[in-house]
């Protein structure tokens, strides 16, 4: 049995991002991605429709600027008067933006040279899996669609496949760990 890889969605991002040498940020995380990028990688069909929600993210750009701490300090009911800065994002170009949907489409296809996933099926055996798996949010904090990937993981380890998720999802990796699903992060900061 070969040891697969599934992808949460914001590590085949951030895979995404190290792989492409155009936007790579200078050989950070080049041992980390040594370590999975010839291995069989997976991404849930969930992860399909999500990766557009999380480059839209960056493709949006943002305002940045100052913006109020509005936490309770006390006992009291007392406010933090701090403010934080958030440095902007520039927009993307839709030259940058047509060319990152060029990239993930030529992957999910299997056309491209950076690298190839699999996709996992979703389906209604899953969904069950997922409803079983997210009564652990309410301890953990983590959202449904990542329920949704843990329970794609959990049932190829029930059918006996060596499958480890890739995530930096600190309340995925907790509800992994409920369900016996092993996690690696390798794109933790060193």
């Given at each position: 049995m070969s040891q697969?890889?599934?992808?949460?969605?914001?590590?085949?991002?951030?895979?995404?991002?190290?792989?492409?040498?155009?936007?790579?940020?200078?050989?950070?995380?080049?041992?980390?991605?040594?370590?999975?990028k010839h291995a069989k990688l997976l991404v849930s069909s969930i992860t399909e429709v999500e990766i557009i929600s999380v480059l839209g993210k960056y493709a949006r750009g943002s305002q940045g600027g100052n913006s109020k701490c509005n936490c309770q300090i006390?006992?009291?009911?007392?406010?933090?008067?701090?403010?934080?800065?958030?440095?902007?994002?520039?927009?993307?170009?839709?030259?940058?933006?047509?060319?990152?949907?060029q990239l993930i489409?030529?992957?999910f296809e299997g056309k491209s040279k950076l690298f190839t996933v699999g996709i996992e099926p979703f389906?209604?055996?899953t969904v069950e899996e997922a409803k079983n798996v997210i009564t652990h949010a309410?301890?953990?904090?983590?959202?449904?669609?990542?329920?949704?990937?843990?329970?794609?993981?959990?049932?190829?380890?029930?059918?006996?496949r060596d499958v480890t998720v890739i995530t930096s999802d600190?309340?995925?990796?907790?509800g992994l760990s409920k369900i016996d699903v092993p996690y690696n992060d390798v794109f933790a900061a060193n």
């Amino acid at each position: 049995m070969s040891q697969e890889f599934l992808l949460d969605t914001n590590a085949f991002y951030n895979l995404l991002k190290a792989m492409n040498p155009e936007i790579s940020e200078q050989g950070v995380l080049a041992d980390s991605v040594a370590a999975i990028k010839h291995a069989k990688l997976l991404v849930s069909s969930i992860t399909e429709v999500e990766i557009i929600s999380v480059l839209g993210k960056y493709a949006r750009g943002s305002q940045g600027g100052n913006s109020k701490c509005n936490c309770q300090i006390s006992p009291e009911g007392h406010i933090c008067q701090n403010s934080r800065y958030t440095a902007p994002r520039k927009k993307w170009s839709k030259k940058r933006v047509k060319a990152w949907l060029q990239l993930i489409s030529d992957i999910f296809e299997g056309k491209s040279k950076l690298f190839t996933v699999g996709i996992e099926p979703f389906d209604s055996v899953t969904v069950e899996e997922a409803k079983n798996v997210i009564t652990h949010a309410l301890i953990h904090n983590f959202a449904s669609m990542d329920a949704m990937i843990a329970a794609t993981a959990k049932l190829a380890r029930d059918s006996s496949r060596d499958v480890t998720v890739i995530t930096s999802d600190k309340g995925l990796k907790a509800g992994l760990s409920k369900i016996d699903v092993p996690y690696n992060d390798v794109f933790a900061a060193n």
